[in-house]
């Protein structure tokens, strides 16, 4: 494993509501980034509120820092998080060809989903971003059950490896540091060609559902700004935002 990144923060509590709630509460008296990792969580919430389900044995943890940029470089963070989250996964020995990066933010292992991410930044009152938060869930031991899911989700795997909570946040905190730093000082470009050559489905149609919308179309590449660029029927789209099915 790499070694534990210089001046990043590590926490491991037993029983936590949610890492990423016990990571905005510590926010405030941070002195620098800091790893937050819940063995049990007892309202863990996933993307747009929907609620994360946790099994025993599983790995939540949320990191805290102030990020550098503006919005839109922030957001780009996500990622950073999912190229450094297939590293680590490979670092515990899960087999590199068996993992892909759905956008925008899931992990898949043999197609089924292993891993989330969920961003969260917090305010600084003057219109701009004082920390960001990134969570991220994994399915170290065991996947929730169908009815967990909503309703057409790509089905949850678990990794199966013999892999405890504390040794992952092990490899995935240096795996991260390398790709924010790579993200800092380069810009966006090594990281989207890291994940582009990771990403799920590409040069496939998919289905991007929007809140009022439903776009069909091929995936060809994500954008300078992280968007999804579809090849549809009614020509080239850029999104922003949706939920992807297969």
């Known amino acids: 494993?790499?070694?534990?990144?210089?001046?990043?923060?590590?926490?491991?509590?037993?029983?936590?509501?949610?890492?990423?709630?016990?990571?905005?509460?510590?926010?405030?008296?941070?002195?620098?980034?800091?790893?937050?990792?819940?063995?049990?969580?007892?309202?863990?919430?996933?993307?747009?509120?929907?609620?994360?389900?946790?099994?025993?044995?599983?790995?939540?943890?949320?990191?805290?820092?102030?990020?550098?940029?503006?919005?839109?470089?922030?957001?780009?963070?996500?990622?950073?998080?999912?190229?450094?989250?297939?590293?680590?996964?490979?670092?515990?020995g899960c087999p590199e060809d068996a993992l892909s990066l759905k956008w925008p933010n899931d992990v898949l292992l043999n197609g089924g989903k292993l891993a989330g991410i969920l961003l969260e930044s917090l305010g600084d009152g003057r219109g701009g971003v004082s920390h960001l938060?990134?969570?991220?869930?994994?399915?170290?031991?065991?996947?929730?059950?169908?009815?967990?899911?909503?309703?057409?989700?790509?089905?949850?795997?678990?990794?199966?490896?013999d892999v405890t909570p504390e040794a992952f946040l092990d490899a995935l905190a240096p795996a991260f540091a390398t790709r924010e730093h790579s993200l800092a000082t380069y810009g966006f470009g090594p990281t989207r060609t890291e994940w582009l050559s990771h990403a799920a489905r590409l040069g496939e149609v998919i289905t991007a559902r929007l809140p009022n919308e439903e776009i069909i179309g091929t995936f060809r590449t994500i954008d300078d700004e992280g968007n999804l660029i579809l090849d549809t029927a009614k020509g080239r789209r850029a999104i922003a935002a949706a939920d992807i099915y297969f």
Not at 77 to 82: D, L, N, P, Y
Not at 142 to 157: D, F, G, L, R
């Open 133 to 161: 938060i990134i969570g991220i869930g994994v399915n170290l031991a065991h996947a929730p059950s169908s009815a967990q899911v909503e309703p057409h989700a790509v089905t949850p795997v678990a990794l199966g490896l």
């Open 1 to 92: 494993m790499a070694d534990w990144p210089t001046g990043v923060g590590r926490r491991v509590l037993a029983s936590t509501d949610s890492t990423m709630l016990e990571a905005a509460r510590a926010a405030p008296a941070l002195a620098g980034p800091e790893w937050v990792l819940a063995l049990q969580q007892t309202a863990a919430k996933g993307r747009r509120g929907r609620a994360w389900a946790m099994p025993e044995g599983n790995f939540a943890a949320s990191l805290t820092f102030c990020p550098t940029g503006g919005v839109p470089q922030i957001a780009l963070r996500s990622f950073a998080a999912a190229t450094a989250l297939r590293a680590a996964l490979v670092a515990v």
